[in-house]
């Protein structure tokens, strides 16, 4: 991932403390997963040799990392200090040691138990916590940076779904695993470091909206589901689009008619302050008055940005109102099973000046040549 500027980091440190501070988290410990390079710049290896950062509420941050693992790491003294331990050290009892007197302390919910259980057993009086209760309000507020990074992603998605709708990616005779790995190819060409999933659901295969791409061969006549994205720079792109090949029979065009309606709707919907199942109800509405409500069978979204799925999920139950700077993908879909399958799918990021889609590729369901 591409490292931001260190005053970037510096203020983000800055903003979890008030959040430790106003939730009486004593110390934050991150190993894996996300919220250590959101913090830090650094991607932790995710092998047996223990790296933590360890945030007290007051005072510096430390970062345990192993010695041979340090020449990794770009060394910020205003975010953290470094601390190597050496293949003889026992990285858990220096662990216990710097926490200190820590009495609540966070952990990122990606580091690993047998880190975690036997820190828990130098500790038995600590209390523990999650660290996506001081996280979560900074990670899910996309800064000017990362909302960029985002917009970049989804671009170059969108360049990938102008492929698929000019024809240039085939279809026909090749299976759904072929195209898929085709799709994913394109993604990295158009400047993705990393493919994420590449669904490619042909026909009767499109009524399962998580299927895996398979042996499948695509034939003419039928509906083709794409949804894939990648990792740029650290961020996520995903986007869904639909072509059909050959001439579209009338059930299949009146149903994405109201998909399409129910996907700006949902789009549309995403003003600040609305609950997040206000985005879901706006476009579960149009899919539910035209009849095919038992059909749309998921959520509306998801949260997006380091990772594929994150907060804020746009479903029935979630209120939490939209802020500036949230990003979530907006995905009706109608299944029906034994039959075909479609979804449209954007990513939007909310503004003070409405919702702020980052995905233009054509929402139609393009034909393509047989
Ligand atoms: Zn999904
Ligand atoms: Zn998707
Ligand atoms: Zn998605």
């Known amino acids: 991932m591409k490292l931001a500027a260190e005053s970037v980091y ?6 979890v403390r008030k959040e430790m501070s106003a939730r009486g988290v004593d110390s934050l410990i991150l190993s894996v997963g996300h919220d250590l390079p959101y913090l830090t710049g650094y991607q932790a ?10 945030v007290p509420r007051e005072g510096d941050a430390t970062m345990l990392i192993p010695r041979l693992e340090a020449p990794r790491v770009v060394e910020m003294p205003s975010v953290f200090s470094l601390l190597p331990w050496n293949e003889t050290d026992d990285p858990i ?4 040691r710097v926490l200190g007197s820590a009495t609540t302390v966070a952990v990122g919910d990606r580091m690993w138990s047998r880190f975690l259980v036997d820190l828990i057993a130098h500790r038995p009086s600590t209390v523990w916590a999650r660290s996506v209760t001081v996280m979560e309000p900074l990670r899910s507020r996309k800064d000017a940076a990362e ?27 090749r299976t759904e695993a072929d195209v898929s790995a085709d799709i994913g190819a ?36 039928e509906i083709v589901l794409c949804d894939f994205g990648g990792t740029m720079d650290g961020y996520c792109s995903d986007i869904t689009r639909c072509v ?16 399409h309606e129910a996907q700006s709707a949902g789009v549309r919907a995403g003003t600040i302050g609305t609950p997040c199942e206000g985005v879901d109800a706006a476009a579960r509405s149009v ?30 139950g979630n209120a939490t109102p939209i802020e500036p700077g949230h990003a979530y993908s907006v995905e009706p879909g109608i299944y029906i099973p034994g039959k075909w399958g479609m979804r449209l799918e954007d990513i939007v990021v909310a503004t003070t000046d409405g919702p702020r889609a980052l995905n233009a590729a054509n929402h139609d369901l393009v034909v393509v040549a047989g």
């Open 186 to 221: 394109r993604l990295i060409a158009e400047g993705h470091d990393k493919v994420n999933f590449a669904i490619v659901a042909a026909g009767e295969n499109a009524a399962s909206p998580h299927h895996h791409a398979g042996s499948r061969v695509i034939r003419g006549g």
């Open 45 to 54: 290896m995710p092998l047996e040799r223990l790296t933590l950062l360890v």
């Open 10 to 15: 510096v203020d983000r440190l800055a903003r």
């Open 93 to 96: 009892a220096i662990a216990h």
């Open 287 to 316: 899919i539910d008055a035209a009849g095919y409500g038992e059909w749309f069978v998921h959520r509306t979204g998801h949260g997006i940005g380091m990772e594929e799925h994150e907060d804020p999920y746009m479903v029935r």
């Open 244 to 259: 059909h090949i050959g001439e579209v029979p009338a059930d299949i065009a009146e149903a994405y008619a109201v998909l």
């Open 147 to 173: 909302i960029a990074v985002l917009a970049a992603a989804g671009a170059a998605a969108d360049r990938v779904a102008a492929q698929l709708h000019s024809g240039e990616i085939r279809l026909v005779g």
